[in-house]
Each structure stands twice: as C-alpha cells, then as structure tokens.
C-alpha cells in the first residue's frame, strides 16, 4: 500500500493543529492545579504524583504529535 504526499500533509497538518490544544491544556492546568482526565480531574493538592505523572504524559504526547507532524510535512525521515 502506497500512501501519497497529500495524505502525509493532511496528517501532519491534523497532528500539529492538535499541539496548541495540547500546550493549553497543560498550561492552564499548571496555573489552575488541576489536570483533565477522562470526565474527571487531577487535583496537584490532592494527588501530587498523579498530577506530575498526568503533566509529564500531556508534555510526552505535545511533543510526539509536534515530532509525527513535522516529519510527515517536510519529509525528514526520522524514523
């Protein structure tokens, strides 16, 4: 199965257009305390290694999706 150039951009264009809601969510959960989680929340007072595990996975996930579209869009072949 061969997979053509435009499908690789519209990937790598829907994979960084999530990254800013990725960076919003973490920011505003580091101000506010509190990170999403399904229908719930994380609460930094209430389970401190929860919250810092939860922001590290938010920061793991911005920074793949920003390493997957990059490579889609420019073709760098990082893989």
């Known amino acids: 199965m061969t ?6 951009a519209l990937v790598g264009l829907l994979s960084l257009a999530v990254v800013p809601w990725i960076g919003w ?3 505003r959960g580091w ?5 999403p989680i399904g229908r719930g929340h994380v609460a930094r007072a209430e389970r401190p ?4 595990l939860l922001l590290a996975a938010y920061v793991v996930g911005g920074l793949a999706m920003t390493f997957i579209g990059a490579d889609l ?3 760098a072949s990082l893989r």
């Open 25 to 27: 969510t973490v920011l």
């Open 49 to 52: 290694t929860a919250f810092d």
């Open 3 to 8: 997979t053509f150039r435009s499908e690789e």
């Open 31 to 35: 101000r506010e305390g509190r990170l």
């Open 73 to 75: 869009l420019f073709g």
